[in-house]
C-alpha cells in the first residue's frame, strides 16, 4: 500500500512540475521578451528597406576605422529590448549616428565627423562616403544614392585664421 | 478533451522505457554544453552597463558580472558538476548545479553584450528538463546501476523526451512571432533579406547568390522560414510533422550558416537528436510494449 501511495505521490509531482515547467516558460518569456534564460527571439526582427553604408578615407586616401567618428553600424541583428521599463542590451556600444535602416542626413553627418576631428588634429580633413543600398527594381537590390563630403577639421581652420592674424599684426 | 483520452495521454507521458536515448542524449547535450561553455568570452565588461537582460541581473550587482575571475570561478565550476553529471556522480544534486553554472555563465556573457546571444537558451531549457528526470528517477537510476542492469530497466519517461520536443519548438515558434509582431505577415516581403545579404552576407555562397539575384526567391525563403518557425509548436501533434519542422530548421540553420556564418550549430544537432526520428526507434521502446506515435 505504501508503495503505491509513494508511487501516485510521485506520479502527481511529475504531472505538476510539467504543469509548471511548460506554463513558466510559456507565460514568462511573453511578458519579459529578453530575460535570460527566458527569451522570445528577436533576431531578425527588424524589417529594413534601405540601409547605409560608410566609408572614411584620410587627406592621403587611406581608410579609417568607423568607429572613430561615430558611424560604425552597432548591432545589425537584434532590436533592443523594451520590455520591464528597459531599452538596450547588457553593455552600450560606442556611440554612433548610423541606425540601421535610416540614413543620416549632411548636416548631422558633417556636425558628428567634425566633433571626432577636433581630437584628431594630424587629419586636416577626411572624405566621407555615404551609399545608400535599397530596392533598384522589383527584382534586386544595389546602390539607390551616393554622397560624398570633404569634411575640414575644424581645428585647421581655427589655425588658418591666427596664421592670418599674425600676418596683420 | 474527454476524461478518458486525457487519462491516457498521461498515462502515456509517465510511461517509462529503456533508457538509451536518455543516456546517450544527455551526454551529447552535457557535451554540447560544455562546448558552449567552453566557447564563451567574457564580453565586453569594459563598457558601460546598459539594462539588465538577465535574471540574476536583475537581483545582482553590476560588480558580479564585471569581475572576471566570478566569471572564471563558475566556469570551472560548471565543468567539474557537469563531468559529474556526466559519469553520473552526486545525483540528482550535480545535475542541478550544472543547470545552476551554466545559467549564471551565460547570463554574465548576456550581461556584458551590447547584443544578444540565443544559441546558449535552448540547452539551458534541456539542462533543466534533464535535472527534473534525474530528480524523479535518481533513486531508481542509482539502484540499477548498483545491480548492475541500467540498461534494462525502465528509467527514461516519455514526458522527457516531450518536453525536449516542446522546449525546442516554443523557442522557434517565439522566434517566429517575434518577426510577426515586429512587422507583421510583410516581414516576409524578401526585400530585407536581400539587403541583409548584400550588406553582410558571404558573397560566394549559394544562398547568398540565389537571394540576391530575385526578390521572388528572397520572399519565398524569407516568408518560408517565418512560417516555418511560427508553426514549429506543430512538431508535438505528430511524428511526420516533427521530422519535417526538424528538418526545415536544419535547413533552415544550414543556408544562414553559409550566408552569414551565424552559427547555430549546437541547435542543429539538438534538433536533430530530438526531432528527427531516433527516440522512436526499437531501442528506446518500453519493454513488451511499442511506443504510441507522437
Redesign the interface.
Known sequence: MSGSEDRSH??R???L??GA??AI??AV?LVVR??????????????????C?YHVIDHEGQPLSLRTFGLQL????????TSLG????????PFSIHNYGAVAPRDEVVRQVQQCLLRHPELPFVLVRQAV???ID?????LVGESTWQIDNPLDETRTSQRLDNRQR | MPADSLTARTRNLLQRSRPFFGQFSLWALLLTCMYLVADLGHGYPDRDKDSAVSVIGLLLPESFFSDERVFELCRWAFFAVAICWFFRVGLPVTSWLTVVFYTVVASIYWENLPWFRHKYLVPNWLLIVYAMWMQFCSTEIKTSLARGDFWRSRLFPRWVYVLSVYSIALFYTFSGYSKLLACGPGWGSGLSLQIWMQLFGNQESYVTEFVLSDRRAAAILQSGALWLECLAFAALLSSRLRIAIGLGLIGLHLAIDSSFGIDFRTNILLVALFFLPIYDLKLARPLGNDLAAA
Open positions: 510521485g506520479t509531482a511529475e504531472l512540475a510539467i515547467f511548460c516558460t510559456f518569456p529578453e530575460l535570460y534564460p527566458f527569451s522570445t527571439p528577436t533576431m531578425f526582427s527588424f524589417q529594413v528597406e534601405q540601409c553604408v552597432n548591432n545589425p541583428h537584434d532590436p533592443p529590448v528597459r531599452h538596450g542590451y547588457g553593455r552600450k556600444s543600398i535599397g530596392p522589383s527584382r534586386s537590390v544595389g
